[in-house]
């Protein structure tokens, strides 16, 4: 398999799997009710409006989100909204969301970058050690044979295992 053939394998399979996430969120947040709805229709039904008056202002509510029209052109509005970033304005502080979250990268990275540099480097410390052990057993203190190897999976006198014996 090419080089070319194996990135563009790849970037297919990324992208259907973008395409996969974006779809069921899509589909959560469509079979999900609306709370912002919810909470204006139960003050208004506090307060005792009508039932007349109550669709009209749903339906006002749907119209003006575009949620009154057909499924699927909601989903392809929404999957280019989200492809293009551009996603709306947030409900509580009426500011565009791409705003919001990025605000919130630097943050973010502050304590995730450090978390994963210290998993890689005690993912290749363990790694190493384990790689340096020829039986594959981590050494117990006081056990017998703590520093010699298993004879059946070294070569030489070094006690490297044959798969990686230096080469000379």
């Known amino acids: ?20 996430v974006l779809t069921a969120v899509f589909g959560l947040f469509t079979l999900t009710e609306d709370w912002v709805l919810n909470q204006r229709l139960g003050a208004l039904k506090w307060a005792g409006t009508e039932e007349a008056a109550l669709d009209r202002v749903r339906n006002q509510y749907l119209a003006a989100r575009g949620l009154d029209r057909p499924l699927w052109v909601q989903y392809g509005d929404w999957l280019g909204n989200m492809v293009t970033l551009d996603w709306g304005t947030s409900f509580r502080v009426d500011e565009p969301v791409l705003g919001l979250v990025m605000g919130a990268v630097g943050r973010t990275a502050a304590y995730v970058l450090p978390a994963l540099a210290l998993a890689v480097a005690a993912g290749v410390a363990l790694g190493v050690a384990a790689a340096l052990r020829p039986d594959g057993r981590p050494r117990t203190w006081g056990s017998p044979g703590a520093t010699s190897s298993s004879p059946s999976r070294t070569s030489g006198s070094a006690g490297w295992p044959s798969r990686l014996r230096p080469a000379g």
């Open 1 to 20: 398999m090419t080089l070319l053939r194996r990135l563009v394998q790849r970037l297919a399979l990324g992208l259907g799997a973008a395409w996969v």
